[in-house]
């Protein structure tokens, strides 16, 4: 035994060396983790948890059940199928609850909560406030009644029944161009309201349109880039680049002075009588503009790639082609244009899921048509404060992207993607 | 180590000294001319007044409200004072994410004895039925036209902004569905006071758009204010919808070529509403009660053409303070320009907003 024990090979210490290296090992381990820890941290703070906010923000549902506790209890076993009003015990749990919420001034919040699904709630609350303050003893159904007949429809009780959970699926469904009628089914909205299916689709293909243009337009400016002498590709590089660094408001605004109808171009056409001056072409507030100014934007983020990736390839590679028969053209498609696969894919990712979340460029040019989804998130976050729909709008974005990125993972390859 | 240590502790103390001695309020408004007319008519003089105060303006303009409840809803309130239109106020009093207001407390009396109460105009303390905003401005959103984009006659009313045969020309609009939608049932022919009442129909929500759809290919829509005086200016269209201020400050300040259409103007409200959670409430209350006097509110339009909300400021309203133009005129409060008004009917708005706001982005993406 002590013989084995003497055949184990130690440090100068006398620590046996498996030890001794198991040691170092974690220690360097420990070492890297800490180098990469506030990294982690901050995409767990500043990424993770916003979007684990966001994605619960669109199913949460606690407005009605917390400010109406009382009411959400007492109609639980109301049948909303049925064609009656609850009874007697649900409207004094109501009125409790409304005196309760109108002394916290919590009241606004169901009444704006209830008022995405049905118009006219805002004010039935708000009215309902004021007026059930004075009530103070039975018979409750009758006074309540009295405030307003809205009370009285069997459908605001539907309403309040339906939204008394904590989750709920409404938001989705609205982000979708769906609603849940009377009888709690899901039907398409009314075809005068029908607008978000419409936007997204509209998204998707300005998106994709945006990303094959910015290649066709990237693509020779990259292999220039690549080939060209050091001295010439340079200048080119600084032309590639400098608008790239300037600010996003300066390019948009650029665009309209030079697109609009009494702008640069157009003043350009009418000179050279290529148009007469009552003929001067709509070229932005419509798609065009939102084409032309951001494929103008997102070129850099194709070209950048397609550049680092060419830059990598031997000229040998197409001087041998060359040299076993190949034609130029030959050479090229079946010889150089494979090498940059790696650098279309990442160059066309990245250009299009830039696009499909952009929203400046396109509130400022895009006028009636050529607005994205991201506008209208702007709209609810910033404007009508539906932050709900806003986040379900923006989960539906977040799980087309990662579809979209899925699928290119499974027909190019995700490890074929190179950034540089 | 030790060093480094007592002198970190030494210069906390003295940035919480100096925190204490010169106490920041952080007030938020629009910008641009807005808030320098602010800047001019209350901060100034309410900082020279108080040495110990120190107002930092913050330019979050329509961003306000999200800023607003994010702040609320995390617990910290770094927000003092915030300028917001009515509507978005009233959205902020529901959310309970501002402090009720009580009107003859907390603001000043106007000059002859009449409490703040009677001394606002009429309803605008309870704007919607809350309670939590407190008016500085009466501004309208009407129309401007180019002087030089018609031959012969100019056009003199609403019916006119809708008539592409008599005036032929694109048209700006607001991308919203508020008050184009009112403008468009008023021009059709309906009595103002029934605009509202025929918008809770679907039949009244097609006829203004039926009417819309008559200029829907002329229309260039923008969002920002500063768009439409910037495209009457480069000749992009002919008339649009724009905030007096705006067009104010283009005709006089710039001397552009255009004019204002006030027949039919929307009046609206802008003005304070504080936090809910605010650190500063005692100072911000001290604030508030000079910046909304009768004297505070009529020195704003000395700055920029927006009418103050007391009666008791009208008969004060003088010169324009650089220009020395009369401001009397350009206020969209003057009998001469409001002879036909459109009142927005807020609470109406509160219930059809989302509705609305569907239905038009439907129709405009058609």
């Known amino acids: 035994m002590s013989k084995t024990m003497d055949e184990v090979m130690r440090t100068a210490d006398g620590v046996p060396l498996k030890v001794s290296l198991h040691k170092a090992l974690v220690r360097s381990r420990i070492r890297a983790l800490l180098l990469v820890l506030p990294l982690l941290a901050f995409l767990l703070v500043a990424f993770l948890l916003p979007i684990g906010y966001m994605l619960f923000r669109s199913i949460d549902n606690r407005i009605v059940p917390s400010i109406f506790p009382r009411t959400a209890v007492a109609i639980q076993d109301w049948n909303p199928a049925g064609n009656w009003l609850p009874g007697e015990a649900a409207f004094e749990a109501l009125v409790r609850d409304i005196q309760q919420a109108f002394k916290d001034r919590t009241l606004g919040r169901v009444g704006r909560r209830l008022n995405y699904e049905k118009p006219g709630m805002s004010s039935l609350f708000r009215k309902s406030g004021r007026r059930a303050a004075r009530i103070t003893g039975p018979p409750y159904k009758e006074q309540v009644l009295r405030i307003d007949k809205r009370w009285g429809d069997v459908n605001?009780?539907?309403?309040?029944?339906?939204e008394s959970g904590a989750l709920t699926g409404a938001y989705f469904l609205a982000a979708v161009d769906l609603t849940l009628n009377d009888r709690a089914e899901i039907v398409r909205q009314p075809e005068a309201r029908r607008i978000y299916r419409t936007l997204f689709s509209r998204t998707l293909w300005m998106s994709g349109l945006i990303t094959v243009l910015c290649l066709l337009l990237g693509y020779p400016v990259a292999y220039l880039l690549a080939t060209l002498p050091l001295r010439y590709s340079n200048l080119l590089m600084i032309l590639v680049l400098l608008p790239f660094w300037t600010s996003l408001l300066v390019r948009t605004t650029s665009w309209i002075a030079l697109l609009q109808t009494e702008g640069v171009l157009n003043d350009l056409m009418v000179f050279v009588g290529l148009i007469t001056d009552d003929g001067r072409l709509q070229l932005i507030h419509n798609k065009f503009g939102t084409f032309v100014a951001m494929v103008h934007i997102l070129l850099p983020f194709m070209i950048l790639p397609l550049y680092s990736v060419m830059k990598t390839i031997s000229p040998a590679l197409t001087r041998a082609a060359r040299s076993l028969g190949a034609t130029p053209f030959t050479a090229f498609v079946r010889v150089y244009m494979p090498n940059t696969y790696s650098g279309v894919g990442a160059?066309?990712?990245?250009?299009?899921?830039?696009?499909?979340g952009y929203y400046i460029t396109p509130a400022l040019v895009g006028g009636r048509t050529g607005t994205f989804i991201s506008n209208f998130i702007a709209l609810h976050v910033g404007q009508t404060l539906n932050w709900g729909l806003a986040a379900a709008l923006g989960s539906l974005l977040l799980v087309l992207v990662l579809a979209l990125y899925l699928l290119y993972d499974k027909i190019v390859g995700i490890d074929n993607m190179k950034l540089g | 180590m030790k060093r480094i240590l007592t002198s970190m502790a030494l210069a906390a103390a003295v940035a919480l000294a100096g925190s204490a001695y010169a106490q920041n309020l952080n007030i938020v408004s629009w910008g641009?001319?807005?808030?320098?007319?602010?800047?001019?008519?209350?901060?100034?003089?309410?900082?020279?007044?108080?040495?110990?105060?120190?107002?930092?303006?913050?330019?979050?303009?329509?961003?306000?409200?999200?800023?607003?409840?994010?702040?609320v809803e995390s617990g910290k309130v770094t927000l003092d004072l915030i300028d917001m239109t009515a509507a978005d106020a009233i959205v902020a009093c529901d959310e309970g994410l501002v402090e009720q207001v009580e009107p003859d407390k907390w603001l000043a009396a106007a000059p002859d004895g009449t409490p703040a109460s009677k001394d606002f105009f009429a309803g605008t303390l309870s704007v919607g039925g809350t309670n939590c905003f407190i008016p500085q401005i009466v501004y309208s959103t009407t129309f401007g036209y180019r002087t030089d984009a018609f031959k012969g006659a100019q056009p003199s009313s609403l019916a006119d902004v809708f008539d592409l045969k008599k005036f032929p020309g694109k048209r700006a609009l607001e991308k919203r569905p508020n008050n184009n939608m009112e403008w468009a049932l008023i021009a059709d022919g309906v009595a103002a006071k029934d605009v509202y009442q025929m918008l809770s129909t679907d039949e009244g929500v097609a006829r203004a758009f039926?009417?819309?759809?008559?200029?829907?290919?002329?229309?260039?829509?923008?969002?920002?204010?500063?768009?439409?005086?910037?495209?009457?200016?480069?000749?992009?269209?002919?008339?649009?919808?724009?905030?007096?201020?705006?067009?104010?400050?283009?005709?006089?300040?710039k001397k552009q070529p255009i004019a204002m259409l006030w027949d039919w103007q929307n009046f609206d409200l802008d003005g304070w509403v504080v936090p809910k959670g605010t650190r500063n409430l005692a100072a911000v209350k001290k604030y508030l009660r000079f910046a909304t006097d009768t004297q505070r509110l009529a020195d704003q339009a000395k700055y920029i053409s927006y009418g103050p909300a007391r009666h008791s400021s009208a008969g004060r309203v003088g010169k324009h303070a650089e220009l020395g133009v009369d401001m009397k005129p350009h206020m969209p409060t003057d009998p001469a320009n409001s002879k036909t008004v459109l009142l927005s009917n807020y609470v109406w708005w509160a219930d059809h907003q989302t509705e609305l706001n569907d239905k038009f982005n439907a129709w405009l993406a058609k």
Request: glycine share 8%; with cysteine.
């Open chain 1, 156 to 162: 605001t009780w539907r309403l309040i029944h339906r």
């Open chain 1, 347 to 356: 160059g066309c990712i990245m250009v299009f899921i830039l696009s499909i």
């Open chain 2, 32 to 71: 641009g001319a807005y808030t320098a007319s602010q800047q001019k008519a209350y901060h100034d003089p309410y900082m020279k007044a108080n040495p110990g105060v120190k107002i930092v303006n913050h330019d979050l303009g329509s961003g306000a409200l999200a800023k607003l409840r994010a702040e």
């Open chain 2, 210 to 253: 039926a009417k819309l759809d008559t200029i829907k290919d002329q229309v260039v829509w923008w969002t920002k204010g500063a768009q439409p005086p910037q495209l009457l200016a480069d000749g992009e269209v002919a008339i649009a919808s724009a905030y007096n201020g705006r067009l104010f400050s283009a005709i006089i300040e």
